[in-house]
C-alpha cells in the first residue's frame, strides 16, 4: 500500500489543488528505521527517544501572504508523515534557526533542523510541518529575517497545507497543535503562537508552545548587539536584520548607504546574496556589529527611543502579550549568540499580564550550538505530558502485589479498550517479554507498557506493584535521598544493586512534565543542584535497565 501512495504522490505533485492554501507536493524521501536510526544515533538523540515508524517526507509549495502583507506569494516547506500510520495524529510544527544560503531549508532536508521534524515523525507518532520561510526555498525575494509577521504567516499557512493535504496524502489529524523552534525559529515560534492565539483561536487550538534561545525582546535585551562597542560572535545578525526589515516594511531606506558605511553597503547584498553561509559573512564583518553603521544613524539611534529602527523592532517584540495554552521558554545561561535574559523578561512580563502557564527553564552553562539538542530533548519530554496518540483506545489493568518484600510473585494482567485489530505489548523492562498483556513472577517496582494497534495508535500505560502487607521489612532496592523537603541541594544515595552501573535521574514536577533529565550516573552518591527550581511539589526517578523507583520530593523557597 505504501508504494501505491507513494505514485500517487509523485503523479500529483505538480498539480494545482481547488484549496486555497496547498499548491503542490512531492514524496521526495521515504526513511526506514535503519536510515532513521543511522541519522539519530550520530546525533546521541536515539539514546533518548527510539525511532518507531518510518517516515514518508514531503516538499510542499502553498500560497501564503507575502513580504509587504499586500497579497499572496508562493512559500515552500516539508511535511513528514509517519509511514502507514491511520490513527489521529497531532501536528508538531517545527521552526528552524537562522540560514543565509537559500537552498539550506527542510523542503529539500538541508542541514541539520530537518531532522527535528523526524525525530518527532518517527520517535513520536506526529505529522511534523517545518516552513523554509518567505525568501528562502523557492520563495523569491530577500527574506524578511526575524519578522514577526511573515514569520507566523509562512507558518500557519503551512499547518493550513497541512490540513487540506491529510486526505490526498492519507492521515488522520487529532486537532492537536505543538510549536517549537530554535534561535530566530525560537522568535519564529512565538510570533505564530501569538498570532494563532490572538486572531485564529477559532481556527486553530494550540496544545502547548515551546520556543528556545529565542530573541523575544529584539527591541530591549537583544538590541544591546547594536549598542554595545563590544565583539559579538554573530555580526551578520545586524545587516540581515535591517535588510530584511526592508523587505517587510518597504521604507526604511532608499539606498544601503544611508544605514551602512562603506565599503559595506556595497559588499553587504554580496554577501546576502543567498549562496553565503552565516560563516562566511561573519568572516567579513567587524567583530563590533555597530562598527558598519553610518555614525550618525548609529548615534540617533542610540539617543532617541522613537528612531525608526527602535520602532520597526518594538514592532516585532514578542514578550508583551497573555499566552493561554501552557509555553516552555527554554534557554541557557552561556548563549553567546541570543541572550538569555529574552526568555526571562518574556516570562515576567507575561506573568504580569495575568499568565498562568508559562515557565522560563534554565538548560545550563551552555553555548548557543550547545543549548540546542537539550531544549530539543526537553521540548519532546514536555509534549509527551499532553500530546494524545490514543485514537481513543484506553488501559486498564488487574494487579496482584506481592506477597511479601523481596519476592517476586506479583503479576500484571492489562485489559484494552477500543483498540483496533492486533495489539502489541512493549513491556519497557528488558527481562520481560514483549507482545503479551499478562506478566507473572513480577518483583515490586513501577512498569510502565507501550500498548500498540494496527491503526499505530499507542499508549502508556504505567503499573506500581507493591507488597499487600509488610510489617517491619524495609526495601532495601529504594534509593534514599535528603532533606526532603530541600532547597537548593540534594544528596542522592542509590542502592547497592545500582554500583557502578549507569542510571537516570528523573525530575518531574506535578504535571507530569520534566523538569531535570541527567542520564548517565554512576556514582553511588550524587548531589543534585535544585537552585534553578521554583518551589513545589515533584517527583523524583531514578531508572536504570528494569529499575524504575519513584518517590515524591518537596522543594521550598
Given at each position: ?293 553610518d555614525p550618525v544613524l548609529f548615534d540617533d539611534f542610540k539617543n532617541d527611543p522613537n528612531h525608526f529602527f527602535r520602532v520597526v523592532l518594538r514592532d516585532n ?113 528488558n527481562s520481560l517479554t514483549d507482545s503479551i498483556s499478562s506478566q507473572n513472577n513480577l518483583a515490586g517496582g513501577n512498569y510502565q507498557i507501550r500498548v500498540s ?72 552518591n550524587f548531589q543534585l543542584d535544585l537552585s534553578t527550581l521554583n518551589q513545589g511539589n515533584y517527583m523524583l526517578g531514578i531508572e536504570s535497565g528494569s529499575y ?10
Amino acid at each position: 500500500m505504501k508504494r501505491i501512495l507513494t505514485a500517487i504522490a509523485l503523479i500529483c505533485s505538480n498539480v494545482a489543488f481547488s484549496q486555497n492554501y496547498a499548491v503542490s507536493y512531492e514524496l521526495i524521501h521515504q526513511y526506514n528505521l535503519a536510515e532513521i536510526n543511522s541519522i539519530l544515533g550520530a546525533t546521541g538523540i536515539s539514546t533518548f527517544l527510539t525511532p518507531t515508524f518510518e517516515v514518508d517526507y514531503y516538499r510542499v509549495t502553498y500560497n501564503t501572504t507575502n513580504a509587504q502583507g499586500t497579497g499572496t506569494t508562493l512559500a515552500s516547506g516539508a511535511i513528514a508523515v509517519p509511514a502507514g500510520v491511520s490513527c489521529p495524529m497531532p501536528i508538531f510544527s517545527y521552526q528552524h534557526g537562522t540560514q543565509t544560503v537559500k537552498t539550506a531549508v527542510p523542503s529539500n532536508r538541508a542541514g541539520d533542523e530537518f531532522k527535528v521534524g523526524l525525530i518527532a515523525c518517527s520517535a513520536k507518532g506526529a505529522i511534523a510541518t517545518m516552513p523554509d520561510y518567505l525568501g528562502m526555498g523557492v520563495s523569491t525575494g530577500f527574506h524578511p529575517y526575524v519578522n514577526s509577521r511573515t514569520e507566523a504567516s509562512a507558518t500557519i499557512d503551512l499547518l493550513r497545507a497541512c490540513r487540506e493535504l491529510k486526505d490526498s496524502i492519507g492521515y488522520n489529524l487529532n486537532n492537536q497543535l505543538f510549536l517549537l523552534g530554535y534561535s530566530q525559529g525560537g522568535h519564529a515560534t512565538m510570533a505564530a503562537f501569538k498570532e494563532l492565539e490572538t486572531n485564529l483561536s477559532n481556527e486553530f487550538t494550540v496544545t502547548a508552545c515551546a520556543p528556545m534561545s529565542g530573541p523575544y525582546y529584539v527591541s530591549g535585551v537583544q538590541a544591546q548587539t547594536i549598542i554595545r562597542d563590544t565583539s559579538y560572535a554573530t555580526p551578520s545578525y545586524l545587516p540581515y536584520v535591517i535588510m530584511g526589515q526592508q523587505e517587510a516594511y518597504g521604507n526604511l531606506y532608499n539606498s544601503l548607504s544611508e544605514i551602512f558605511i562603506p565599503p559595506y553597503d556595497s559588499l553587504l547584498p554580496l554577501y546576502f546574496n543567498g549562496t553565503r553561509s552565516t560563516g562566511y559573512i561573519n568572516n567579513r564583518l567587524p567583530d563590533t556589529p555597530n562598527l558598519i553603521l553610518d555614525p550618525v544613524l548609529f548615534d540617533d539611534f542610540k539617543n532617541d527611543p522613537n528612531h525608526f529602527f527602535r520602532v520597526v523592532l518594538r514592532d516585532n517584540d514578542l514578550h508583551n502579550w497573555r499566552p493561554q495554552a501552557p509555553l516552555n521558554m527554554y534557554y541557557c545561561t552561556q548563549d553567546e549568540q541570543v541572550f538569555f535574559e529574552n526568555s526571562l523578561v518574556a516570562r515576567d512580563t507575561m506573568h504580569a499580564l495575568g499568565a498562568t502557564h508559562v515557565n522560563a527553564v534554565n538548560m545550563g552553562a551552555y553555548s548557543h550550538s550547545g543549548c540546542a539538542q537539550l531544549c530539543f530533548l526537553q521540548g519532546f519530554f514536555f509534549f509527551g505530558s499532553y500530546a494524545d496518540w490514543s485514537g481513543g483506545m484506553t488501559v486498564s489493568d488487574s494487579v496482584v502485589q506481592l506477597s511479601t518484600a523481596g519476592t517476586s510473585d506479583g503479576s500484571i494482567s492489562l485489559q484494552v479498550n477500543n483498540g483496533v485489530g492486533n495489539l502489541q505489548f512493549d513491556w519497557l523492562d528488558n527481562s520481560l517479554t514483549d507482545s503479551i498483556s499478562s506478566q507473572n513472577n513480577l518483583a515490586g517496582g513501577n512498569y510502565q507498557i507501550r500498548v500498540s494497534d494496527d491503526r499505530g495508535c499507542y499508549v502508556f500505560h504505567n503499573v506500581s506493584l507493591g507488597v499487600t502487607a509488610v510489617s517491619g521489612v524495609q526495601d532495601e532496592s529504594k534509593f534514599s535521598f535528603g532533606p526532603n523537603p530541600a532547597t537548593d541541594r540534594l544528596n542522592i544515595e542509590v542502592p547497592d544493586l545500582l554500583n557502578n552501573r549507569e542510571y537516570t535521574i528523573i525530575l518531574s514536577d506535578i504535571d507530569g512534565r520534566i523538569v531535570l533529565y541527567l542520564p548517565g550516573i554512576n556514582s553511588k552518591n550524587f548531589q543534585l543542584d535544585l537552585s534553578t527550581l521554583n518551589q513545589g511539589n515533584y517527583m523524583l526517578g531514578i531508572e536504570s535497565g528494569s529499575y524504575r523507583k519513584f518517590e515524591a520530593l518537596q522543594i521550598l523557597r
